[in-house]
């Protein structure tokens, strides 16, 4: 499938993650279960990263998206701040 049409749990996690991160310059979601919604894959750039530790940034995405993940079986997280 195209990057064009993202899933619906993909736009989903995308919209709630452009809530919480009003600052970030990148949000990528890809549903990496084959399209059943059970493990995603999530890359985030945000300025709201910086001077943070990388647990740190985990966490506030863990926490973003607390509800959504009592429904998957797994989540991979990539967090970075953008370079200056």
Known sequence: RGFASQTDGESR??????????????????DIS?????MYEI?????????????QQHRMVNQALSEEIKHMHGLRIFTSAPKP
């Open 34 to 38: 084959g399209g059943c919604g059970a």
């Open 13 to 30: 996690l995308t919209r709630v993650l452009r809530e919480k991160f009003p600052r970030a310059s990148a949000i990528k979601v890809v």
């Open 43 to 55: 890359h985030i750039e945000s300025e709201e990263f910086r001077e943070k530790r990388t647990v």
